[in-house]
């Protein structure tokens, strides 16, 4: 039962044009979601988190939509680079919940191409 | 100001043996969490512990597994009789807080291999 879901295992893009990462989700308790981004023998690391209040956040070169009626969010980097190049997960929480259990997708790598 | 530490990075493993992961959470953080990453998966919730105390344990294997934070010293994922199945990366997070709103840090990982 997978409750967080990134149907493209990966995406190629250009240096300096826009990457676009997806991600459904299934439970409708969901009301937080992060991106975190991962390197080969790295652990994940956080870069922007939505709450579901909001329908987007921005922080700098990323940005996150939420569309709650679809369950649907995405992460957009403008412009990428090739240190972009990593694996992107999304993950959810139920903050009325277990706030604290996180649940991540499968991951989407990204290639940032010179 | 150092993140959260893991040792070892690599562990391998025959069938049947035990396996000890630790995890030093960040500085000043009181709360950790172990993530299982099975090949071509997410990373998965096992448990959520504060310093001696397991909060939640409900996504660990009911056998074989058990995790401790002690008083003093890094939080120990213990693994008996590993098995093939139990090759995974074994992610550590911390954070300062019951987590809802902050994000959860993580240290590099510890990828367990089982002969």
């Known amino acids: 039962d997978q409750q967080v879901k990134q149907n493209s295992p990966s995406l190629s893009v250009q240096e300096g044009r826009i990457s676009i990462l997806n991600c459904d989700y299934t439970n409708s308790m969901f009301d937080y979601f992060l991106w975190y981004k991962k390197y080969p023998a790295e652990g994940p690391t956080f870069l922007i988190s939505i709450s579901s209040i909001k329908d987007k956040n921005e922080d700098g070169r990323f940005t996150v939509f939420l569309n709650k009626s679809a369950k649907h969010l995405s992460l957009h980097i403008v412009p990428s680079q090739p240190g972009d190049s990593a694996v992107y997960f999304c993950?959810?929480?139920?903050?009325?919940?277990?706030?604290?259990?996180?649940?991540f997708g499968k991951g989407t790598l990204l290639t940032v191409n010179p | 100001n150092a993140g959260v530490m893991q040792n070892p990075r690599h562990l391998v493993r025959r069938r049947g043996q035990e396996a000890r992961l630790r995890c030093s959470p960040m500085k000043g953080h009181s709360h950790v969490y172990w993530y299982r990453q099975l090949p071509e998966e997410g990373l998965k919730f096992m448990v959520y512990?504060?310093?001696?105390?397991?909060?939640?344990e409900s996504g660990m294997p009911k056998e074989r597994f058990s995790a401790e934070f002690p008083k003093e010293g890094p939080s120990i994922l213990r693994i008996q009789q590993v098995v093939r199945g139990d090759s995974a990366a074994y992610f550590c997070?911390?954070?300062?807080?019951?987590?809802?709103?902050?994000?959860?840090?993580f240290g590099p990982g510890t990828r367990l291999t089982v002969l």
């Open positions: 993950a959810a929480s139920d903050s009325g919940g277990s706030n604290y259990k996180l649940t």
């Open positions: 997070a911390s954070s300062p807080l019951n987590s809802g709103k902050d994000e959860q840090f």
């Open positions: 512990l504060q310093k001696e105390n397991i909060i939640d």
